[in-house]
């Protein structure tokens, strides 16, 4: 386990050689994600949502309409976010020792609000550039109105804890000598053939976009 948990809520109990609490490790995972599951309590129930998200400095941030059910709650009461990254199949020699290879993050607050213009516009484009650098240069920023009309949200980094599993098979002994493959099957984002829009092929060279490399980057 690498430096001390932050928060009782940030201990991990179970497996807890696999946490680590460093900022530069939780970094990194945020870092090489497009998408978090927040879980919040709204109306006397629970909900888990899947949303975009980026980070920029110490802070995980989202975006939603002005009027979501989402955003309102996140700014009112506490929640949970989560991100997650499948690295690998571990396959064992028996059943019960099977498992994965991973890497997530959990981070523990509550969200607050952006509400300068310039802020904003600076936030959008850097989760422009988290998704596809280089991008941003090159279309129409952001208007005034569209600024206006979406809520953007950030969190804190301070109460948050990463788990990771990277190695192979834990066997028992006695299993060691059953005659079946063990080991790792690796699993990782990749992206697919490129599919251009109705007359971007007779306006551009038929080249895919630079930041296609963001997906071959999510292996860790």
């Known amino acids: 386990m690498s430096q001390q948990s932050p928060s009782p809520r940030t201990e991990v109990r179970r497996k807890p050689q696999r946490a680590h609490h460093?900022?530069?490790?939780?970094?990194?995972?945020?870092?090489?994600?497009?998408?978090?599951?927040?879980?919040?309590?709204?109306g006397g129930s629970v909900h888990c949502l899947p949303t975009a998200c980026w980070r920029d400095g110490d802070f995980l941030y989202i975006h939603g309409a002005n009027n979501s059910r989402l955003t309102q709650t996140l700014l009112e009461d506490e929640c949970a976010v989560s991100i997650t990254h499948l690295d690998g199949l571990v396959l064992a020699r028996s059943a019960f020792h099977h498992s994965m290879n991973y890497?997530?993050?959990?981070?523990?607050?509550?969200?607050?609000?952006?509400?300068?213009?310039?802020?904003?516009?600076?936030?959008?484009?850097?989760?422009?550039?988290?998704?596809?650098?280089?991008?941003s240069a090159q279309v129409r920023p952001p208007s005034r109105a569209e600024l206006a009309g979406t809520r953007l949200l950030r969190i804190a980094l301070d109460e948050a804890v990463a788990k990771i599993r990277n190695w192979g098979v834990e066997d028992s002994v006695e299993d060691m000598a059953i005659p079946v493959w063990a080991g790792v099957l690796p699993l990782s984002l990749r992206a697919g053939p490129v599919q251009p829009e109705a007359g971007c092929a007779e306006r551009e060279p038929p080249t895919p976009p630079a930041f296609i490399g963001f997906f071959t980057r999510c292996n860790g």
């Not at 460093?22 to 709204?42: E, K, S, Y």
């Not at 802020?119 to 991008?135: C, D, Q």
């Open 22 to 42: 460093d900022p530069a490790t939780i970094r990194a995972i945020i870092d090489q994600a497009l998408i978090c599951q927040i879980a919040f309590n709204q």
């Open 103 to 135: 890497r997530s993050v959990v981070i523990y607050g509550r969200f607050e609000a952006e509400d300068d213009p310039d802020a904003k516009a600076a936030a959008f484009k850097a989760f422009v550039e988290h998704a596809s650098p280089g991008r």
